[in-house]
Nanobody, 123 residues
Framework: QVQLVESGGGLVQAGASLTLSCAASERTFSRYPMGWFRQAPGKGREFVAAITWSGGSTFYGDSVKGRATISRDNAKITVYLKMNSLKPEDTAVYYC????????????????WGQGTQVTVSS
């Protein structure tokens, strides 16, 4: 069964940095664009970042632009999201996704999802 497994979430103070990881279970994922979304309580799933299969292009949501860096290691079939200068409004469950069929920013266009990892930023 295809799996995406996120890790690295936790409780941090505002201003801190955090790196999330997403490990894929199959090598085919090294050929897929991959991305990160987040969902805060009571809100919809928000696009955070995406990266092409080669890592040559990256895309960011407006709320994290300048504070987030997405990267990948295809040898390890793993994608990373580093977030700097974290704010309380970054508190959410962060989801890894793979294999989009259309608009990278639209969550419904992604084919595979992880179970999510909670990030809580205290003020």
């Amino acid at each position: 069964q295809v799996q995406l497994v996120e890790s690295g979430g936790g409780l941090v103070q505002a201003g801190a940095s955090l790196t999330l990881s997403c490990a894929a279970s199959e090598r085919t994922f090294s050929r897929y664009p991959m991305g990160w979304f987040r969902q805060a309580p009571g809100k919809g799933r928000e696009f955070v970042a995406a990266i092409t299969w080669s890592g040559g292009s990256t895309f960011y949501g407006d709320s994290v632009k300048g504070r987030a860096t997405i990267s990948r290691d295809n040898a390890k079939i793993t994608v990373y999201l580093k977030m700097n200068s974290l704010k309380p409004e970054d508190t959410a469950v962060y989801y890894c996704a793979a294999d989009p069929e259309g608009d990278y920013t639209h969550y419904a266009d992604w084919g595979y999802w992880g179970q999510g990892t909670q990030v809580t930023v205290s003020s």
